[in-house]
């Protein structure tokens, strides 16, 4: 005989209860590379069709080269 919960048409508003194990949380690696504690503005960033500016190019102390930009990043652009 079948049973009515085992049906599609009454399995509206079925509550499904799951248990998901939780997993052991481990303490973040130590770097070895040093933290990134201050940066200078080394370039402007120029778009290239108008030559406005459109952000700078920062490097930090890691020696990382970052662009930041006054609105959405661009990709036609030039490093003055």
Do not use: F
């Not at 509550?15 to 201050?38: C, Q, W």
């Not at 069709?49 to 990709?75: D, H, I, M």
């Amino acid at each position: 005989m079948e049973n009515d919960a085992d049906t599609p048409a009454n399995l509206t508003g079925t509550t499904v209860i799951l248990k998901v194990p939780i997993r052991p949380t481990k303490p973040p690696k130590a770097s070895t590379e040093p933290a990134r504690l201050h940066a200078r503005a080394v370039k402007r960033i120029l778009d290239r069709q108008s030559g406005t500016l459109v952000g700078w190019l920062y490097e930090w102390n890691t020696g990382e080269l970052v662009p930041r930009w006054k609105a959405e990043a661009r990709s036609d652009v030039i490093y003055v």
